[in-house]
């Protein structure tokens, strides 16, 4: 079983950066590809980026490749998603994800577990 609590979100001005961090309970953190997906109001959620269980590969949208950074630290059970020059549109609910079998796969049906989701917003 594995927990997963994002933090980082809050209100930016559209330019802005914002670094959001989801830190993961467990001792199998390292062998886990995480994910980072984006839920805006009267959407669907989305895929935003992918990182495998060691680092080596790593996966975006096409909305929001070159703008944002998904990192991990397995020796502190973290994954980050680095978010700069933010877009109105980028104003969501960004949820982790971990993967038990660690490959950084884009489909939602490949994570089983999900943290609680934190808000981004992004004013214009």
């Known amino acids: 079983q594995v927990q997963l609590v994002e933090s980082g979100g809050g209100l930016v001005q559209a330019g802005g950066s914002l670094r959001l961090s989801c830190a993961a309970s467990?001792?199998?953190?390292?062998?886990?590809?995480m994910g980072w997906f984006r839920q805006a109001p009267g959407k669907e959620r989305e895929f935003v980026a992918a990182?495998?269980?060691?680092?080596?590969?790593?996966y975006y949208a096409n909305s929001v490749k070159g703008r944002f950074t998904i990192s991990r630290d397995n020796a502190k059970n973290t994954v980050y998603l680095q978010m700069n020059s933010l877009k109105p549109e980028d104003t969501a609910v960004y949820y982790c994800?971990?993967?038990?079998?660690?490959?950084?796969?884009?489909?939602?049906?490949?994570?089983?577990?999900w943290g609680q989701g934190t808000q981004v917003t992004v004013s214009s």
């Open positions: 994800a971990a993967n038990p079998n660690g490959l950084p796969y884009r489909e939602q049906m490949s994570y089983d577990y």
């Open positions: 467990g001792r199998t953190f390292s062998s886990y590809a």
């Open positions: 990182i495998s269980w060691s680092g080596g590969s790593t």
